[in-house]
Nanobody, 123 residues
């Protein structure tokens, strides 16, 4: 099982930026990786972005043009650069790896998770 350690969350004003990082403990680096978020009061985690097929990326409509997912093979680290943050981006953000098939937007289909990092955007 891969251990994932997240960092980079915090409190920012609307329009600000944050960069989240997710470092994998093991040497094996997967190109299937996702970022989910769970907003206050919501029971489910929503897919924000994912990396797949080596170089491809996909984003939720609400974050397109503002969020950028990337990976650094040398450091086993995945990153999520977030700019022009909005209050509705407030959530706990999770990274996930080891996709098991099925709908990739469904958290249940990802095996390993980071601990989550809180992002709070004030208006």
């Amino acid at each position: 099982q891969v251990q994932l350690v997240e960092s980079g969350g915090g409190l920012v004003q609307a329009g600000g930026s944050l960069r989240l990082s997710c470092t994998a403990s093991q040497g094996t680096f997967t190109y299937n990786q996702a970022w989910f978020r769970q907003a206050p009061g919501k029971e489910e985690r929503d897919l924000v972005a994912r990396l797949f097929n080596g170089r491809s990326t996909e984003y939720a409509e609400s974050v397109k043009g503002r969020f950028t997912a990337s990976k650094d093979i040398a450091t086993n680290t995945y990153s999520l650069q977030m700019i022009n943050l909005k209050p509705e981006d407030t959530a706990v953000y999770y990274c996930a790896v080891n996709y098991n098939g099925g709908g990739y937007w469904r958290p249940i289909n990802w095996r390993d998770w980071g601990q989550g990092t809180q992002v709070t955007v004030s208006s």
